[in-house]
């Protein structure tokens, strides 16, 4: 089963976007989920982390205040609103699920990649 990352584009610095990730599985709420980043030439990071039902969330620091992540459990969708986009931002964005802990997903322990969406912030 794959997660399905959509919502990319290009977009100018202080715009908006919002990235969708569908997970199909028959238990979605089992499952903590994120979002990462790569941008050329560098290595993938985390980005935000959601708990099962939402009620917990972590942010990198540098999307703090920018960024929110949040999940719908009833149609196996996890979101992420990207605010006041900056040129930094740009990167493939990659979702990402795990049948475990939100701090072992932060760190890179992934069950389920989701094949990335591009975001571009340009002028």
């Known amino acids: 089963v794959q997660l399905q990352a959509s919502g990319g584009g290009l977009v100018q610095p202080g715009g908006s976007l919002r990235l969708s990730c569908e997970f199909p599985v028959r238990v979605f709420s089992k499952y903590v989920m994120g979002w990462f980043r790569q941008a050329p030439g560098k290595e993938r990071e985390f980005v935000a982390v959601i708990s099962w039902t939402g009620g917990a969330k972590e942010y990198a620091d540098s999307v703090k205040g920018r960024f929110t992540i949040s999940r719908d459990n009833a149609n196996n969708t996890m979101y992420l609103q990207m605010n006041s986009l900056r040129p930094e931002d740009t990167a493939v964005y990659y979702c990402?699920?795990?049948?475990?802990?939100?701090?072992?997903?932060?760190?890179?322990?992934?069950?389920?990649w989701g094949q990335g969406t591009q975001v571009t912030v340009s002028s």
């Open positions: 990402a699920a795990r049948a475990g802990s939100p701090g072992a997903l932060k760190g890179g322990q992934v069950d389920h």
